[in-house]
């Protein structure tokens, strides 16, 4: 089984729909990340999370909110999807401080598609 | 802006070639770079590169660290098809999180 899934893995909505991307891991990781990748603009973080209480944005948080629902789960929204939106969308885990690698391991992706 | 930028932005190559990736960043201070591999899914790690000077290789990949040129390359001999993707680095700029480059578009043509 994934250590990180993301659901879902494809979606397409329209203008102005409220969306809800689900992102659940079984690493034991405290920090949680999500980022979106745009041709041409590579990886942006959009929010992380170092614990349950503990929520930041990141470059690009504007038009997104998130829930930090338990260490395992951290789930994205756009309250009010905008075409500008489609995108794929990554969420990510580190142990970075809690382990050796510093390293971060992504989920499969989701595929957003807003018309 | 604290940004990392990657060249050449893609690259065509015949298998059998070697090939360079650049990555540039503008600060001195960080604590460690990574580059990721991502065919038609996501990231997956290559490498972290914490010290300067100190190559890291994992079979016909390689890559260093140097932090006086604020820079790091990812190389990778007697490339295959199998290498095709996209190449991408990220430099934590502190609190725990990570800037990341647009990327470099490898592909490798039998």
């Known amino acids: 089984d994934a250590d990180v899934t993301q659901t879902p893995r494809n979606r397409i909505t329209k203008t102005g729909k409220r969306i809800m991307l689900e992102c659940s891991q079984t690493?034991?990781?405290?920090?949680m990340y999500w980022y979106r990748q745009d041709p041409g603009l590579g990886l942006r973080l959009i929010y992380y999370?170092?614990?349950?209480?503990d929520i930041n944005k990141g470059e690009i948080s504007d038009g997104y909110s998130v829930s930090r629902q338990a260490q395992a789960k951290f789930s994205l929204s756009l309250e009010s999807a905008i075409p500008n939106q489609t995108a794929l969308y990554f969420c990510?885990?580190?142990?970075w401080g809690q382990g050796a690698t510093d390293t971060q391991y992504f989920g499969p992706g989701t595929r957003l598609t807003v018309l | 802006e604290d940004k990392v930028v990657q060249s050449p932005l893609s690259l065509v190559v015949h298998e059998g070639d070697t090939v360079t990736l650049n990555c540039s960043y503008e600060?001195?201070?960080?604590?460690?770079l990574l580059w990721y591999k991502q065919e038609k899914k996501a990231p997956t790690f290559l490498f972290m590169l914490?010290?300067?000077?100190i190559e890291k290789k994992s079979g016909r990949l390689s890559s260093i660290l140097d932090k006086k040129e604020l820079s790091s390359i990812l190389n990778i001999t007697a490339t295959q098809t199998g290498d095709s993707a996209i190449y991408l680095c990220?430099?934590?700029?502190?609190?725990?999180?990570?800037?990341f480059g647009t990327g470099t578009r490898l592909k490798v043509l039998a």
């Open positions: 990510a885990t580190s142990d």
């Open positions: 600060v001195t201070n960080f604590r460690s």
């Open positions: 914490t010290s300067s000077g």
């Open positions: 990220a430099r934590d700029s502190g609190t725990y999180k990570y800037i």
């Open positions: 690493k034991g990781h405290d920090r």
């Open positions: 999370s170092f614990d349950v209480k």
